[in-house]
Each structure stands twice: as structure tokens, then as C-alpha cells.
């Protein structure tokens, strides 16, 4: 696909930055989730210490997962902790491509060998990283894409790190509040489905102009 | 609804009370002991397994179908959520491999009574009568042994059974459905006004899920969480449309329960049961006749992994079949930007189709077509079609806040059979110790071409609707094939009834079966192959035309 190298540090755009669907809060609404549901949800809010990694793996994981989704210090969503759950517990994807290990053995040897480019760049490990020798060095796994990177394919690399990523971010309440996403839907539904209508419990994007590549051109 | 109900009664089985599931007919059940020779053993309650249950249990055989999942219920094992409906697809190690490897998993897997179904979209169009021919009508891919008036009073049993709704349906054989058309979402709004300004025909439907009432089925609630199993009980899933009838005519589900193994006797070249394991424990289930319905890669893999002194390269892989011509079909996925917000991510993914690029266009430099559907990702699907373009931190961040204002197509394309692309196994093995399915993927210059095509009209359909910007991600949907039918053995591994060449008591009733795949989605075909396969058994249990000993013989 078109990969436009870059993209990470490129945006004007801010993380704290959550005003487009100003007080939009999906969690908020948790007492018109069904009960399952709700516990599944909910139970995100506060996942169990990393297990899977080892100290190290999980400093360079969560210096990496930070990265990626632009996270900044307070109010974070625990990714590593996710994502460390869902490999602990075995809980792939399903598939593994045949020129990759399986997915935890994967993660363990790119997490191994972002912290050797650190060292090779920085003479520290990846989470004592500068934040710009970081993006440098997640850029450039991205930027290799079906290249060889310490004996594996960059680009499933990069598919792996993004997909449990975006995964465990996008699962959280919190991400949904700034994406104006209200969650779950059972029972109440929906009542006005369509181009420009809203739900009761919705708001409207403050901003919505801001389309990101307008604002790039 | 005179007529449904007397054959098939499984939406008046369901509770009526607001609950999802009907307690005393399963814990009714009829069980089976493992040495009571059955009349038919089925692997996998899917699309196939459950039609062909169903249709056997009210024709009297004794029936049991075993699924490697659990039997949910969907008050209770499902959730209105994304990342937590993880536990419906089919997660045990497989390997993809090839020039253009096919990620399996959520995008085409499932694993429990009603298969794939309970997370599918819902789209149910019917084959056009050309797809049964494309080798003598287009020069590519194969004829199949039946051809489409075959199938066609089965289209119409199944979209009754499920049922479906839609819009009158002007292509291939044209036809109407029995549910009206459901109002669309702001997604499908977008793509039947950007189609209209282009004078390319578009549809709403052909989708099964109800509208109005149906049995004890309620309405759709239009909450857009059809791809994690429906919690309402509208969107149709063998679970709810032909398991409640099976149990009430004696057959049994046996849930949690993985197949390792098909058992053929030496001496007399028949299927006598299959192995498998619950609990922790292996054990045999005696039966007349095997029917296998576990999807392309897990029918293939059975098979493979029956090997046997007889059958040295896996059951009925005497002339090398079993696993090939495997298809996917090509699922580019288009969005566009609108300064309105669209907020896809409600009324169901399955909205609005046009199959109006479906035949042959001599004019083009590429053989079949493609269709295009309405596809509503929610966030986390939608962060990897983002991600795909090369964005992550915080640009990321900022395009995914962008979520309300994108509509989103994606496209069907009819990619051929071809004999490289296949289910082996790999060295690795799974839980239970049995080597893991590695399948193949590599994409001809036929299928590079129907990619970009159908890429560059949805771009238009896009546009013309008023999109500033549109982002297209390269993706796969659905499986079929991997053990074809076909006229003769040398071609395949089943006939056109589904019976297998080689053990004449074994049949193959599911995707696996298909010679070609169309540009449309497959279950409804699945379902209509299963229910004429059993009408040929009912039959020849009659002592009609025998295809193969029934049973009792
Ligand atoms: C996300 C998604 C969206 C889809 N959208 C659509 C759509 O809109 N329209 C459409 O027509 N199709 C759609 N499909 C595809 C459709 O669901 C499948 O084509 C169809 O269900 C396949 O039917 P089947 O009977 O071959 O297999 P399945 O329905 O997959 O059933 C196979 C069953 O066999 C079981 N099994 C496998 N191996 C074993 C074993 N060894 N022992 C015991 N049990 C076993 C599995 O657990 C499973 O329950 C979609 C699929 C997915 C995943
Ligand atoms: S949108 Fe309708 S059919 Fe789909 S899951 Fe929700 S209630 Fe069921």
C-alpha cells in the first residue's frame, strides 16, 4: 500500500487535544449496556500487570506502544498491559505468516531487536531512548517495508506492532471519546441512522472541517 | 408465512420473551451413544453442517453434528463490542504463506454452532447463472457438475428459512426477496447517491435480517455490531435459523467437540465414524455416513490429516484435489471523506450492493467482475485501514478522530481457482497435537486487474457522492473451495452431490465444495448446495435414483 514514510512526528495535531466532541463520554452510558457487555468493557479499565514480557520486553513494548499511539505521560490507555493479557492468555490473531514465528515469540524478538538498534544508535536501550531517536528508529522499521529487518520481514513487523496496537487502543473507552464513537449499542440501538443525524447521546464534532488532509495540503 | 413454518420451524423455537435462546430444547436434546451407529455423523454446524442436519433430522435419520466450538448463547457469550467477540472466530494456529498471503481469523473463520454465520455480515445475493460455466462462457476458471436452475428452488427455500430482505433484484436470474428492503444508514445513503449521479445501478439489500417480526425473531435494532454475532436474534445464523428445528426432530449438536479424524474401513472402502476430542479425552462416534462441513481450511485439513494405509496422501486425495483451488475474493475497501458526518458505524454493515460490473465486459482487458457492497468498519477495523496507509502516532491519532466523517465500500472481486493456491500442512501442530493447516496465496494478473477496476469505481461512486478525499486498503473476504465438486475425480474431490468420489459414504457440504466464487458472498450458495445435497440423500434413502448407499443398506 502506499505507505507515506514520516507520518508518525508530521502532525500539528496534539494528543491532549480532545475537543472535537467536547464532553462526550461513551463510558458514561455504561448503565444502558447489556450486563455483558458491560463487564467486558469495563473490566479493560483495569488490566492485570504485565505477565507475558519480562521487565525489559515490557519497558521497550510500552516505550514502542506509546509511540505508536502518540501517548503522552498522564491518563494513558495501558496498552502493554493488553496486549500483554491477550499473549500470556495465547489469544492470537489466528494466523502467523510463514516467514514469522508466532506471535509472542515475534514480539520477543523485535522488541529485542529495536533495543539493539537503540544501543547501536544511542548506547541505551529503546525505552531510555531520547523520544526523537525512538520515532527515528520505529521509522525506520517502517520505512524498510518488505525488507529484512535482524532476519524478519519489516513489514509484518510493522503489521504485528500495529495490529495489537490499534487493537488494545481502540478498544478503550477513552479512544472512543475522541473519535465520537459512543460503544456499545445493546439494547437501546439506534434511532437516527443517516447522513447528518444524531442520537440523543452523540455529539457533534465541533470541528468538522478539520479533515487531516485538507490540512496537509 | 404459510409454508416456511410447516418445513423448517426453527424462528417460532425461539423464545418469545425477550431471551435469545431456547434452554429446554437443548437440554431436551436427543444424545447418541458413541457406539450406536448413527445414521450420518456431521463435522461442523456451520452453513452447510446445520442446513443439512436440519433438513436430514425432519426426514427422520438419526443425526449428529459436532462442532469444534461452544453452542452459544447469545445472551451471554456475546457482547455489543469489538475486540471482545475475539472468542467466535477460529484462533488455533494456521500458517499463510504465498505471494500474497491471506490473513485468516476474524476476516473469514469462525468456530461454533452456526459457523462463520454468527459474525458474517449478512449479505446473502444469489450466484448469477453464469458462474456455473465461466470456463466455456469467459475461458477461465471451471464448470461445475450442476448448474444454476439446480440450485435455484433452493435459493428460494433458504431466502424464505432465513429470511431476507431487499429490493427487487435485477441481476443474473432477477428475482424478489420476501422482506422488504430495510431503511439504510448514512453509509449506504452515500453510496446509492453517488452511484445514482454516476447512472450506476445500486440496490438496498439482498440481507438477512429481518425486518419486522419473524417467528419469535425481532426486528433489527440497527446497531451495527452484526460482524460480532447478533445479540437480537434478527440477523440470520444457522444458530437460530436451522439448529432449533434440527433439535426438535431428534438430531443432536455436540458442542466443544474438535474432529482429529475420519476412519475408513480397509476392507470394505467405507467412512464407519469420526474420531475426536471433548474433555481432554479422544473417542469415536459410530455412523453410516460422514459428512464433513468444517469450511476450506479445516475440511481440507480433516482430510489430510486422515491418512491412512489406503489413502496415503490423505483421504480422497488420490489424484491430488483435496486443498486445491482455493479462492478469496478480492476485497478492496474504499472510503471517502465527507464534511457531514456519516457515522457508519450505525444501521447494519450490510446496507446497499450493485452487481452491475458482476459478468464478463468484453470492452475490458480482464475476464469477470466484481460487486460492490456497503462495509461500516467500526474503530478498531477502521484503525488498520488507516494505519495501512502509512500513518501511526499522531497522525494517526488525528485521522482516527476523523471517524464520523468517512463512508466506506468495499468491493467483491471474482479471483479464479487456480491449483497453487491450496491447504498442505505444516510441521507446526495445534492443541490437541495434530499438524496445523498452512495455506497458500498467490494472485493472478486477472485478479491484479479486477482490483484496480473495482477500485477506481468505487473512487468514483466516492467522489460523485461528494467525498473530498477517498484512502483504499487491499483486502480479502470469504474462502470457498479447497475440495471441489466436478464431473470426474481427476478434477476434484465431490460430484455435484456433494458425494466424495473415492469413500462412496462420505459427503462434503460446505465453501469447500466451490468451483468458483463469483463476486458474491457465499453462504446463502453454501446453504443451497447443503439443502440439495440432503434432498438427494432423502431421496435416495427412498430407493429413488440412488447416487450412493444411503443408509440402512
Ligand atoms: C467477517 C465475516 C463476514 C462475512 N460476511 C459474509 C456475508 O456478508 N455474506 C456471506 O454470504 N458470507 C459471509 N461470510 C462468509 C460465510 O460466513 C461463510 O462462507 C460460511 O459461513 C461458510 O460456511 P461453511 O459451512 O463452509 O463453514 P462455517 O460456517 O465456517 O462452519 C464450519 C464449522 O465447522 C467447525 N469445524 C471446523 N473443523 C472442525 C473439526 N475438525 N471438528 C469439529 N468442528 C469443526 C467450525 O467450528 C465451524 O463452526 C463472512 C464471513 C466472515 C468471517
Ligand atoms: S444491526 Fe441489526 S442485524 Fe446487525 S447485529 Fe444489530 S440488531 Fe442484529
Redesign the pocket.
Known amino acids: 500500500m502506499s505507505a507515506r514514510p514520516g507520518r508518525g512526528a508530521a502532525a500539528s495535531w496534539s494528543p491532549g487535544q480532545q475537543t472535537r466532541f467536547p464532553g462526550f463520554d461513551p463510558a458514561a452510558q455504561a448503565s444502558h449496556w447489556d450486563g455483558v457487555t458491560a463487564e467486558t468493557v469495563l473490566r479493560r479499565l483495569t488490566p492485570p500487570p504485565p505477565k507475558f514480557f519480562t521487565a525489559d520486553q515490557a519497558a521497550t513494548a510500552e516505550a514502542l506502544l506509546d509511540q505508536l499511539l502518540a501517548q503522552e505521560s498522564d491518563q494513558k490507555i495501558p496498552l502493554i498491559e493488553m496486549i500483554d493479557a491477550r499473549l500470556a492468555t495465547g489469544e492470537t490473531d489466528g494466523w502467523h505468516y510463514s516467514d514469522m514465528p508466532e506471535d509472542g515469540q515475534a514480539w520477543r524478538g523485535s522488541l529485542a531487536a529495536l533495543d539493539a538498534d537503540a544501543f547501536s544508535r544511542c548506547g541505551t536501550s529503546f525505552a531510555e531512548a531520547p523520544g526523537i531517536d525512538q520515532m527515528a528508529l520505529i521509522q525506520a522499521v517502517q520505512d524498510r517495508g518488505p525488507g529484512d529487518w535482524h532476519g524478519l520481514p519489516a513489514g509484518y513487523v510493522w503489521s504485528l506492532w500495529t495490529r495489537y496496537a490499534c487493537t488494545a487502543y481502540y478498544s478503550h473507552p477513552t479512544a472512543w471519546n475522541e473519535i465520537g464513537f459512543p460503544g456499545p449499542a445493546y439494547p437501546r440501538g439506534y434511532k437516527n441512522a443517516g447522513v447528518g443525524k444524531r442520537e440523543p447521546f452523540e455529539v457533534a464534532d465541533a470541528d468538522p472541517g478539520d479533515d487531516p488532509l485538507r490540512g496537509e495540503a | 408465512m404459510h409454508g416456511v413454518r410447516d418445513r423448517n420451524e426453527s424462528a417460532w423455537l425461539i423464545p418469545g420473551d425477550g431471551t435469545r435462546t431456547n434452554h429446554r430444547l437443548r437440554r431436551d436434546m436427543r444424545r447418541f451413544a458413541d457406539d450406536d451407529e448413527i445414521d450420518l455423523v456431521i463435522?461442523?454446524?456451520?452453513?452447510?453442517?446445520s442446513v443439512l442436519a436440519q433438513r436430514l433430522a425432519r426426514a427422520g435419520w438419526r443425526v449428529a453434528a459436532?462442532?469444534?466450538?461452544p453452542f452459544w448463547d447469545p445472551d451471554t457469550d456475546w457482547v455489543s463490542d469489538e475486540a471482545g467477540s475475539h472468542h467466535l472466530y477460529?484462533t488455533d494456529p494456521r500458517v499463510i504463506g504465498g505471494t500474497d498471503p491471506v490473513p485468516l481469523g476474524?476476516?473469514?473463520?469462525?468456530?461454533?454452532?452456526?459457523?462463520?454465520?454468527v459474525?458474517?455480515?449478512?449479505?446473502?445475493p444469489r450466484f448469477h447463472p453464469s458462474d456455473f460455466a465461466t470456463l466455456s462462457r469467459d475461458g477461465v476458471g471451471a464448470d461445475w457438475p450442476i448448474s444454476y436452475p439446480d440450485l435455484r428452488p433452493y435459493y428460494e427455500q433458504i431466502e424464505q428459512e432465513l429470511p431476507v430482505a431487499g429490493e427487487r433484484w435485477p441481476w443474473g436470474d432477477p428475482h424478489g426477496y420476501p422482506h422488504r428492503p430495510h431503511p439504510v444508514g448514512g453509509n449506504g445513503e452515500i453510496f446509492l447517491r453517488g452511484a445514482a449521479s454516476l447512472g450506476i445501478e445500486a440496490r438496498v439489500g439482498p440481507v438477512a435480517i429481518t425486518n419486522g417480526r419473524f417467528g419469535n425473531r425481532p426486528h433489527c435494532i440497527y446497531r451495527g455490531f452484526c460482524?460480532q454475532g447478533c445479540k437480537v436474534n434478527a440477523k440470520a445464523s444457522?444458530l437460530i435459523t436451522h439448529i432449533p428445528d434440527a433439535l426438535a426432530h431428534g438430531a443432536e449438536i455436540r458442542a466443544n467437540?474438535?474432529?482429529?479424524r475420519i476412519e475408513v474401513d480397509e476392507r470394505t472402502g467405507r467412512a464407519t465414524g469420526v474420531r475426536?476430542i471433548t474433555d481432554g479425552a479422544e473417542r469415536f462416534q459410530r455412523a453410516a455416513m460422514v459428512a464433513v462441513?468444517?469450511?476450506?481450511i479445516?475440511?481440507p485439513r480433516?482430510l489430510l490429516n486422515s491418512a491412512s494405509r489406503r489413502f496415503p496422501g490423505g483421504l480422497c486425495n488420490d489424484f491430488d484435489q483435496v486443498g486445491r483451488y482455493l479462492m478469496v475474493q478480492g476485497a478492496p475497501q474504499t472510503a471517502g471523506r465527507f464534511d457531514a458526518e456519516v457515522r457508519m458505524y450505525k444501521a447494519p454493515p450490510?446496507e446497499v450492493s450493485s452487481e452491475e460490473f458482476y459478468e464478463t465486459d468484453p470492452g475490458r482487458d480482464y475476464r469477470r467482475g466484481f460487486a460492490i457492497q456497503n462495509v461500516s468498519p467500526l474503530p478498531i477495523t477502521w484503525a488498520e485501514h488507516v494505519a495501512a496507509q502509512g500513518h501511526w502516532g499522531r497522525s494517526l491519532r488525528e485521522y482516527m478522530s476523523d471517524y464520523v466523517h468517512w463512508a466506506c465500500l468495499g468491493a467483491l472481486c471474482e479471483f479464479l481457482p487456480q491449483p497453487e493456491n491450496r491447504v498442505t500442512l505444516a510441521d507446526e501442530t495445534d492443541q490437541y497435537g495434530l499438524p496445523v493447516a498452512s495455506f497458500s496465496y498467490s494472485q493472478c494478473a486477472n485478479d491484479r486487474k479486477l482490483m484496480r477496476a473495482a477500485r477506481s469505481v468505487m473512487e468514483d461512486i466516492l467522489r460523485a457522492a461528494g467525498a473530498d478525499e477517498v484512502i483504499t486498503i487491499e483486502r480479502y473476504?470469504?474462502?470457498?473451495g479447497g475440495a471441489r465438486m466436478a464431473a470426474d475425480q481427476q478434477h476434484g474431490v465431490v460430484n455435484g452431490n456433494c458425494r466424495s468420489f473415492a469413500v462412496p459414504n462420505l459427503y462434503i457440504t460446505?465453501?469447500?465444495v466451490l468451483p468458483t466464487q463469483g463476486s458474491?458472498?457465499?453462504?446463502?450458495t453454501?446453504m443451497a448446495i447443503?439443502a440439495r445435497a440432503a434432498d438427494r440423500l432423502i431421496r435416495d434413502a427412498r430407493g429413488g435414483a440412488p447416487d450412493g448407499p444411503g443408509p440402512g443398506d
Open positions: 463435522v461442523g454446524c456451520g452453513a452447510g453442517g459436532l462442532d469444534a466450538g477460529w476474524s476476516n473469514n473463520s469462525g468456530r461454533g454452532v452456526g459457523g462463520s454465520m459474525h458474517y455480515a449478512g449479505y446473502v460482524l444457522p467437540a474438535m474432529v482429529t475426536y462441513a468444517g469450511y476450506s479445516e475440511t480433516l450490510p473476504a470469504h474462502l470457498v460446505d465453501g469447500s458474491a458472498n457465499p453462504a446463502l453454501i447443503a
